[in-house]
């Protein structure tokens, strides 16, 4: 198994610009989320999905959108980025029955 | 917000000492699990500990929880240059009606051995 993978490793981006970041987990695992990773803040809940079709807002939800239209890929998508988003975001999976989250290797995001 | 915070922030010490880092929580929760983080890696899950436990083990890893203080601390005896990482503390909370449980996350101790 691949386990969880996440493209594009590294991205810039201009202020306004659009992008998705893709997150992919091959595990058949029902709970999928986004976190944010900032100097001295850990890691931060942006969005989650409990199943294909189930999407919820985490803590820091504002400028992202997600969609969850398979079971495998949960892509977060930036609508018009701002430096205060730039960061490392993880993705991450879970399986419904259990509780150990499996973190993608992250991207590395600047907007400048 | 912030549910878990550990303590201390950094802690450096020599190879075959025991590092222990501790994490205290705000609200009642399900279970606590500790998270390592190589620098530029992503997060891998070490160990859980359900709330009706009060320690765990495995391999090298010790972990202790104090639901009347929440708080639970990890321990890592004989250390190695590879356990140098990052390490956070993650609480998931009992689901509120129509939610669902996530993970929050602390800020991390960022933990040296020196060889």
């Known amino acids: 198994n691949a386990g969880v993978t996440q493209t594009p490793k590294f991205q810039v981006l201009k202020t306004g610009q659009s992008m998705t970041l893709q997150c992919a987990q091959d595990m058949n695992h029902e709970y999928m989320s986004w976190y944010r990773q900032d100097p001295g803040m850990g890691l931060r809940l942006i969005h989650y999905s409990v199943g294909a079709g189930i999407t919820d807002q985490g803590e820091v939800p504002n400028g992202y959108n997600v969609s969850r239209s398979t079971t495998e890929d949960f892509p977060l998508r930036l609508l018009s980025a701002a430096p205060s988003q730039t960061s490392v975001y993880f993705c991450?999976?879970?399986?419904?029955?259990?509780?150990?989250?499996?973190f993608g290797p992250g991207t590395r995001l600047t907007v400048t | 917000s912030q549910q878990g915070e550990e303590d201390p922030q950094a802690l450096s010490i020599q190879e075959g000492e025991n590092a222990t880092m501790n994490c205290s929580y705000k609200t009642s929760i399900n279970n606590l699990q500790w998270y390592r983080q190589n620098s530029g890696r992503g997060l891998v899950h070490l160990i859980l500990?359900?709330?009706?436990?009060r320690e765990k083990h495995s391999g090298r890893l010790r972990v202790t929880l104090d639901t009347s203080k929440k708080s639970s601390s990890l321990l890592i005896t004989a250390s190695r240059a590879a356990d140098t990482a990052s390490y956070f503390c993650a609480t998931a909370s009992p689901v509120t009606q129509g939610g669902s449980e996530k993970l929050v996350f602390g800020k991390g101790t960022k933990l040296t051995v020196n060889p």
């Open positions: 991450a999976s879970r399986s419904g029955q259990g509780y150990e989250q499996y």
């Open positions: 500990i359900r709330s009706n436990e």
